[in-house]
């Protein structure tokens, strides 16, 4: 079972570097989320997608990009790393929206920017 | 718009002890509400959840909530907690497909 499934686990990078936060679910999910989670702050949405070829902004998108070529993978990518970036992400899914259906979460991705 | 409100961010509580996490909800339509746990360096999975009908539902590991709605409530419960219940409990409530998660509260379970 393996759900969603996100990588890497932990990265610490330089500021001003880039990578990419891998995410692939396997459910055939059509909506895929990026969350950040901050001590204390709750989730906060970054970037969502209802379906491949198709992405949108979240409550903050600054910093990040993404992609969705695929049902299966949705990719985030974070440019010109910064210390604020500091956190743990978490990539999701969902069956049709969040409405009603169960929202299914990765084990998270701890990112370090010193 | 929609708002959560977890009216706690730490709870302890003594093994076997009973416990209720708070949460209350604003929304002028009706909503479905959710809860979530997060366990140490895990990701969250679903605890319980309201779409409609009978207002308290019952969840996994012995959890349940009720949905009050002329409170704007939908406060968690357990009657005896274990060690194992140790982690971050976050409240939720959507509407159409847009979802709005609490802050977060964490249980302390104390020996």
């Known amino acids: 079972n393996a759900g969603v499934t996100q990588t890497p686990k932990f990265r610490i990078l330089k500021i001003g570097q880039s990578m990419t936060l891998q995410c692939t679910q396997d459910m055939n999910h059509n909506y895929m989320y990026w969350y950040r989670q901050d001590p204390g702050m709750g989730l906060k949405l970054i970037y969502y997608s209802v379906g491949a070829g198709i992405t949108d902004k979240g409550e903050v998108p600054n910093g990040y990009n993404v992609s969705r070529s695929t049902t299966e993978d949705f990719p985030l990518r974070l440019e010109l790393a910064a210390p604020s970036q500091t956190s743990v992400y978490f990539c999701?899914?969902?069956?049709?929206?969040?409405?009603?259906?169960?929202?299914?979460f990765g084990e998270g991705s701890w990112l370090t920017v010193v | 718009a929609q708002s959560v409100t977890q009216l706690d961010s730490q709870v302890p509580v003594f093994e076997e002890a009973p416990v209720e996490l708070r949460c209350n909800y604003s929304s002028s339509v009706s909503v479905y509400l959710f809860w979530y746990v997060q366990y140490p360096n895990q990701g969250l999975q679903l605890l319980l959840k309201?779409?409609?009908?009978?207002?308290l539902v019952k969840g996994i590991n012995g959890f349940e909530a009720e949905f009050n709605k002329s409170q704007t409530s939908f406060h968690l419960r357990k009657p005896s907690v274990h060690i194992s219940d140790t982690a971050e409990y976050f409240c939720a409530v959507s509407r159409d497909d847009k979802i709005i998660f609490g802050k977060g509260t964490r249980l302390h379970i104390l020996p």
């Open positions: 309201y779409l409609s009908g009978s207002t």
């Open positions: 999701a899914s969902s069956q049709i929206g969040q409405g009603r259906n169960t929202i299914y």
